[in-house]
């Protein structure tokens, strides 16, 4: 008899939790006020939990730092060779001189031809 009682406590309040959450959004749409206080509320739970997960438990547990930070050797000449081959290649391109493309059509500016006319 007991499972049967309890079963029907669980049809019941299923039933009650959905007649709940079909008057949520009618009740949201009456008034911006409780549809304000309903996304605060929302918010303010997920903040909650978001700063239980990341900030609170991560006090709790205590790490080990010698094992953090491993530099391999190999790898990390291999990089530096790398970046050492750009930086050459990236001066090198500041050393070469190219030809001025508009070195055959020089643009005076007002200034430069009325000295010109005052000069002839």
């Known amino acids: 008899?007991?499972?049967?009682?309890?079963k029907a406590n669980i049809k019941?309040?299923?039933k009650r939790l959905k007649k709940l959450l079909t008057k949520i959004p009618i009740i949201l749409?009456?008034?911006?006020?409780?549809?304000?206080?309903?996304?605060f509320f929302?918010?303010?739970i997920i903040g909650a939990f978001l700063y239980y997960k990341y900030d609170f438990l991560l006090q709790k547990t205590e790490f080990d730092n010698s094992?953090?930070?491993q530099l391999k050797e190999k790898i990390y000449q291999e990089i530096s060779a790398i970046w050492q081959e750009e930086k050459n290649q990236?001066?090198?391109t500041n050393l070469k001189e190219y030809p001025d493309p508009f070195k055959k059509y020089i643009i005076k500016t007002e200034e430069e031809i009325s000295?010109?006319?005052l000069t002839e």
């Open 90 to 92: 990236f001066e090198e």
């Open 115 to 117: 000295e010109e006319e």
């Open 12 to 14: 019941n309040n299923i």
């Open 1 to 6: 008899m007991k499972s049967l009682n309890i």
């Open 29 to 39: 749409t009456k008034s911006i006020s409780s549809t304000c206080f309903f996304i």
């Open 67 to 69: 094992n953090i930070f």
């Open 42 to 44: 929302i918010t303010l």
